[in-house]
């Protein structure tokens, strides 16, 4: 099938989880998305290096947790690419595979997308997809910049107050994640000891 429309869903994915996967769905469904590609980064531009998990495991947990949806797909572009992993960069190279024939839609939570004027090369970024921002609690996205808010589509999605960072917090205290993420990642995480001290 020839890929028209494509969904990035770039990440930590420390762990991925079911905010995670709820929003590209959600995304798939209302902008009609032939694919949607989930991309875990190497090195977070906001966050050093060594507080975050081997690269190889968040890039696991993301294909465990992707592969019952055939329109899902994980991406090693980031994580193959040595230093910060830009946005920018990202877009372009599926840019580049797809010959420019490709609408790409940048799917992100408020709360990255409150960030975004920080990013590398934000207004270049901006004019080469749609950007889509899922409503998250405690982030609003009035508070956006005029010039990055008429650009971007605002998605609505139930509230889902699930965090990477309360996922692990939780690992670490010994309470529930069950539900919070597919089971195989649950699994996952505790068959690796992930997250038991940070
Ligand atoms: P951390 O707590 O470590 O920052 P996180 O849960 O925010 O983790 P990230 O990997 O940082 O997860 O997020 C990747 C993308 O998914 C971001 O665009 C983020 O806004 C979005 N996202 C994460 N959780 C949710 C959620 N519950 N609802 C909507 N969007 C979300
Ligand atoms: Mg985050």
Request: proline share 5%; net charge positive.
């Amino acid at each position: 099938m020839s890929i028209k429309r494509l969904g990035i869903m770039g990440g930590v994915f420390d762990p991925i989880h079911c905010g995670h996967l709820f929003t590209a769905e959600e995304a798939r469904i209302e902008f009609k998305l032939d694919k949607v590609i989930f991309v875990p980064c190497r090195q977070p531009a906001h966050k050093r290096e060594n507080d975050i998990s081997d690269p190889e495991d968040r890039y696991l947990v993301t294909v465990l947790a992707t592969s019952n949806n055939q329109f899902f797909k994980v991406s090693k572009v980031e994580l193959n690419r040595p230093g910060p992993s830009y946005s920018i960069d990202t877009v372009k190279e599926f840019l580049k595979k797809y010959h420019h024939g490709v609408k790409i839609f940048f799917i992100t939570g408020a709360d990255a997308f409150l960030e975004v004027d920080s990013w590398y090369k934000s207004e270049e970024l901006i004019k080469l997809c749609q950007f889509v921002a899922a409503t998250r609690p405690g982030y609003d996205l009035n508070k956006l910049d005029k010039k990055f808010k008429k650009n971007i589509k605002i998605m609505e999605i139930p509230a889902l107050s699930i965090s990477s960072t309360d996922i692990r917090r939780r690992v670490r205290e010994g309470k529930s994640i069950k539900y919070l993420l597919p089971q195989e990642v649950e699994e996952y995480i505790y068959k690796k000891g992930l997250y038991r001290k940070m």
